[in-house]
């Protein structure tokens, strides 16, 4: 998900675009990896979570070996629609499948934990990419990435083959959808997280070009600190089960709203390199503060269908991304950098101001949802 964020200002160069036309292969991705969130929610419920997921994992060898190969940019987009399409089926599934296994007054913490391996991802993703194009070129990223899509979906589907399928009685297809669209605190839910995913994509993907246009750094470090943004969420992930009894799903909101406002703005503005790991640290506490509140909460949007409610869920954030990156792209390209991160650092102080007067805490009871 992470891996072009620094490879883009070499995509502008390689293929002799400007950064914001590169930019379409992150935000091409957000697309399609929202719109397919509409298939694989019901198809999950429908034949087991664990089993979409694995053959999801090996679909993404195929996109990413297209983009290892893509001779010019129109094919590694392309190559970019295909993975993304690919990945939707994985994390929002594995979400879904943590509300079917856990009461949800350990779900924060367990949700906090699967939001770990995600944020170590995404480190590896930015800091690794940079690092290898900068030695070697941006081809062998996805080579690699290949390579672990293929060992890791071969293992998933060794163990999901050895699982009976389960088959729910009610509520398959797009049904499902339609009956979590009726209900007016899943559409609350969806339409702030699309908000969310709007205003705080934008400054992820361009962190690395506003640190290599204002600092003059290298990929490999530009890459580096922005990593630092999933090092904050790695430090949220052990926080998480801290925080939560002492400040309550309100306060946590509060607190990622506050972080990221801090944290987006002083990094923009920052007048010396050394500052910027540590607001980039900031920003990622922030956001997963933030954003695992109202993932948690979208797991009781309606239990009895976990898989399409999640689907439904990382639709709305990744089609607010994909917004959030293109204005993002278009404000680089004829505004000024700098504004993307105040602009939205603002923006998501005042969204976590109205979450955390909205939210309402959940009493279900230990067996909910299993």
Same mark, same amino acid.
């Given at each position: 998900?992470?891996?072009?964020?620094?490879?883009?200002?070499?995509?502008?160069?390689?293929?002799?675009?400007?950064?914001?036309?590169?930019?379409?292969?992150?935000?091409?991705?957000?697309?399609?990896?929202?719109?397919?969130?509409?298939?694989?929610?019901?198809?999950?419920?429908?034949?087991?979570?664990?089993?979409?997921?694995?053959?999801?994992?090996?679909?993404?060898?195929?996109?990413?070996?297209?983009?290892?190969?893509?001779?010019? +940019?129109?094919?590694?987009?392309? /190559?970019? @629609?295909? =993975?993304?399409?690919? !990945?939707?089926?994985?994390?929002? %599934? $594995?979400? &879904?499948?943590?509300?079917?296994?856990?009461?949800?007054?350990?779900?924060?913490?367990?949700?906090?934990?699967?939001?770990?391996?995600?944020?170590?991802?995404?480190?590896?993703?930015?800091?690794?990419?940079?690092?290898?194009?900068?030695?070697?070129?941006?081809?062998?990223?996805?080579?690699?990435?290949?390579?672990?899509?293929?060992?890791?979906?071969?293992?998933?589907?060794?163990?999901?083959?050895?699982?009976?399928?389960?088959?729910?009685?009610?509520?398959?297809?797009?049904?499902?959808?339609?009956?979590?669209?009726?209900?007016?605190?899943?559409?609350?839910?969806?339409?702030?997280?699309?908000?969310?995913?709007? +205003?705080?994509?934008?400054?992820? /993907?361009? @962190?690395? =070009?506003?640190?290599? !246009?204002?600092?003059?750094?290298? %990929? $490999?470090? &530009?890459?580096?600190?922005?990593?630092?943004?999933?090092?904050?969420?790695?430090?949220?992930?052990?926080?998480?089960?801290?925080?939560?009894?002492?400040?309550?799903?309100?306060?946590?909101?509060?607190?990622?709203?506050?972080?990221?406002?801090?944290?987006?703005?002083?990094?923009?503005?920052?007048?010396?390199?050394?500052?910027?790991?540590?607001?980039?640290?900031?920003?990622?506490?922030?956001?997963?503060?933030?954003?695992?509140?109202?993932?948690?909460?979208?797991?009781?949007?309606?239990?009895?269908?976990?898989?399409?409610?999640?689907?439904?869920?990382?639709?709305?954030?990744?089609?607010?991304?994909?917004?959030?990156?293109?204005?993002?792209?278009?404000?680089?390209?004829?505004?000024?950098?700098?504004?993307?991160?105040?602009?939205?650092?603002?923006?998501?102080?005042?969204?976590?101001?109205?979450?955390?007067?909205?939210?309402?805490?959940?009493?279900?009871?230990?067996?909910?949802?299993?």
């Amino acid at each position: 998900m992470r891996a072009c964020d620094t490879l883009l200002p070499l995509l502008s160069d390689e293929f002799s675009v400007t950064v914001g036309h590169a930019a379409r292969v992150i935000f091409v991705f957000a697309i399609a990896y929202g719109v397919c969130q509409l298939c694989f929610g019901p198809l999950g419920d429908r034949y087991g979570k664990l089993r979409i997921i694995a053959l999801c994992t090996l679909a993404c060898v195929i996109g990413n070996s297209i983009a290892m190969m893509a001779p010019d +940019l129109d094919w590694l987009v392309t /190559a970019r @629609i295909v =993975s993304g399409a690919a !990945a939707a089926g994985i994390f929002p %599934l $594995a979400m &879904a499948w943590i509300g079917d296994n856990v009461p949800y007054t350990a779900r924060q913490v367990s949700l906090a934990r699967l939001v770990s391996a995600g944020v170590t991802g995404m480190l590896v993703g930015q800091w690794i990419s940079g690092m290898i194009a900068q030695w070697i070129g941006w081809r062998p990223v996805f080579a690699l990435l290949a390579a672990a899509f293929l060992v890791s979906g071969t293992l998933l589907l060794r163990t999901a083959l050895s699982q009976p399928p389960q088959l729910p009685a009610t509520h398959r297809g797009i049904r499902a959808l339609l009956d979590i669209l009726t209900l007016p605190r899943a559409r609350w839910i969806l339409t702030v997280t699309a908000i969310e995913g709007a +205003l705080s994509a934008g400054p992820l /993907a361009f @962190i690395p =070009s506003l640190l290599q !246009a204002h600092h003059e750094v290298s %990929l $490999a470090t &530009a890459g580096g600190i922005a990593a630092f943004y999933a090092v904050g969420g790695f430090i949220y992930t052990r926080m998480a089960a801290h925080l939560l009894p002492r400040i309550g799903e309100p306060g946590l909101a509060l607190l990622g709203g506050l972080s990221l406002c801090v944290g987006l703005v002083s990094f923009a503005y920052a007048p010396m390199l050394i500052w910027t790991p540590a607001a980039c640290t900031l920003a990622g506490f922030g956001f997963y503060c933030l954003h695992n509140t109202l993932q948690t909460n979208a797991t009781q949007m309606a239990p009895a269908m976990r898989g399409a409610s999640m689907s439904l869920f990382a639709c709305s954030l990744f089609l607010g991304q994909s917004v959030g990156i293109m204005a993002a792209a278009w404000t680089a390209d004829h505004l000024s950098d700098t504004l993307i991160f105040a602009s939205a650092g603002g923006g998501l102080l005042l969204l976590a101001l109205v979450i955390a007067r909205h939210i309402r805490p959940h009493t279900a009871p230990a067996a909910a949802g299993s």
